[in-house]
């Protein structure tokens, strides 16, 4: 158990729709990543929040949104959804300036 | 930007020694991280090497060469529970805000 706790675990929803991915980092981190990763592919950078600022973008859609909260949990809105979103969708954590990111296991995006 | 490149699959049997290479090509470079990640599990760190030269882990070590943008992963003793996606990682562009994973290496272990 890496600590970092992702809801839900699997989302089903239909094109077009919205979804919210959330996320709670591990006690004390202050950063939250926020990666895609496609049926046998890489890991995608999304975007990463440090203590409740964006910090870093990658090749986020404008459909995608993010943000952490005061608390540090973190949440990822996904908009207008397409079939090709369909993805599993990880949260990771880290303390501040570290390079071991910890991964939440996931939240399992089916568009149907 | 950046981009890394590994070989998508690697075959060994249990006991032997495997070697996976990343050449990595970025701005800014910091440092070679290695996760390893089971079907249907996550990501979980490995290795992180910052400076030229070989970081030991275990059965595990990871080289890192700055000059030539090269790196790998070695896994000694081969053992079934290897069987997994093996990712090299750069922190890039301002440290560790923005870790940008290569496609992956499947490694396969057979007894």
């Known amino acids: 158990d890496s600590g970092v706790t992702q809801t839900p675990k699997h989302l089903i929803t239909a094109t077009g729709q919205r979804v919210t991915l959330r996320c709670s980092p591990r006690?004390?981190?202050?950063?939250v990543y926020w990666y895609q990763q496609s049926l046998d592919q890489g890991l995608q950078f999304l975007i990463q929040?440090?203590?409740?600022?964006?910090?870093a973008k990658g090749n986020i859609l404008e459909r995608f949104s993010a943000q952490q909260f005061p608390d540090l949990h973190s949440e990822l809105n996904l908009s207008s959804l397409e079939l090709g979103d369909s993805a599993l969708y990880f949260c990771?954590?880290?303390?501040?300036?570290?390079?071991?990111?910890?991964f939440g296991s996931g939240t399992q995006l089916s568009v149907l | 930007g950046q981009s890394l490149e590994q070989p998508s699959e690697v075959t060994a049997v249990e006991g032997a020694i495997v070697q996976i290479n990343c050449t990595y090509q970025?701005?800014?470079?910091?440092?070679l991280s290695w996760y390893q990640q089971h079907d249907g599990g996550a990501p979980t760190f490995l290795s992180y090497?910052?400076?030229?030269g070989l970081e030991e882990t275990g059965r595990f070590s990871s080289f890192l060469s700055r000059s030539d943008s090269y790196g790998y992963l070695l896994l000694q003793e081969l053992q079934m529970k290897d069987s997994a996606s093996y990712f090299c990682?750069?922190?890039?562009?301002?440290?560790?805000?923005?870790?940008?994973f290569g496609a992956g290496t499947r490694l396969a272990v057979h007894p």
């Open positions: 990771a954590s880290s303390v501040a300036g570290s390079e071991k990111l910890f």
């Open positions: 006690s004390g981190d202050l950063s």
């Open positions: 929040y440090y203590n409740g600022e964006e910090r």
């Open positions: 970025t701005s800014g470079f910091y440092g």
């Open positions: 090497n910052a400076l030229d």
């Open positions: 990682a750069v922190s890039a562009e301002g440290g560790y805000n923005k870790l940008i």
